[in-house]
């Protein structure tokens, strides 16, 4: 079983509404989470990073939130443009000093104007 | 200031050959990580690399190896191809230290290879 799930699995939505992506995770003991926005055929690139302290953290129109106690993390978006089309993916690392981040399977978002 | 660059875009194997791919890290950075990605999936952690030494790895098979050079650059080696192997290669490039005051990952766009 993936210790980071991500739901929806797909999403579409109209230019212009806001819309949230959830991240269940089990992976424990945890130091951040963080948030990737790839487009399809290229590379991941960060959106925001928090550590177990932090319970919000906002990018411009993305803002993500944190529960450590209930191990759930969101990703919302304001006012979805075209360019927001593609896949997010949530992404968890352990603490104490091993290094393997632990990827969820992401969710693809299309937005249709 | 060239972000990290990856070679090649896409490749093309068949069953039983070997593979080379190449990894540049963004300037400045002197650790590099490697992921598998197949179709609809998130990435998979291969390995690391720091100091020319394997750090860590992840559950892949020893037909994958790697390299890292003086100059920070890396390799990812794969031997034996399978069908499976099919999948988009992603290298990760950030500095050595805590993973909770490593701010970002940066990733390159990636080698596509497809193994016929």
């Known amino acids: 079983k993936n210790q980071v799930e991500q739901s929806p699995q797909s999403l579409i939505i109209l230019e212009g509404k806001n819309c949230t992506l959830q991240c269940n995770y089990t992976v424990s003991p945890f130091s951040n989470l963080r948030w990737y926005k790839q487009d399809t055929g290229r590379g991941p690139v960060s959106l925001t990073i928090?550590?177990?302290?932090?319970n919000t953290k906002s990018n411009g129109r993305y803002t993500a939130t944190l529960d450590a106690d209930t191990k759930q993390s969101s990703l919302h978006i304001t006012a979805s443009q075209l360019s927001d089309s593609a896949s997010y993916i949530c992404?968890?690392?352990?603490?104490?000093?091993?290094?393997?981040?632990?990827f969820g399977r992401g969710t693809s978002l299309i937005v249709h104007p | 200031d060239a972000g990290v660059t990856q070679s090649p875009t896409h490749l093309i194997k068949t069953r039983g050959q070997q593979v080379t791919l190449r990894c540049s890290p963004k300037?400045?950075?002197?650790?590099v990580s490697w992921y598998q990605q197949a179709l609809g999936q998130g990435p998979q952690f291969i390995f690391q690399y720091y100091e020319e030494e394997e750090r860590q790895r992840g559950n892949f098979p020893d037909r994958f190896s790697g390299h890292q050079f003086p100059n920070y650059s890396s390799e990812l080696n794969v031997n034996a191809l399978l069908l499976g192997d099919s999948a988009l290669y992603l290298c990760a490039s950030s500095l050595w230290g805590d993973p909770a005051t490593n701010e970002k990952l940066f990733f390159g766009s990636g080698t596509q290879l497809s193994v016929l």
């Open positions: 992404v968890v690392t352990l603490s104490g000093g091993s290094y393997i981040p632990t």
């Open positions: 300037s400045g950075h002197d650790t």
């Open positions: 928090m550590t177990f302290s932090e």
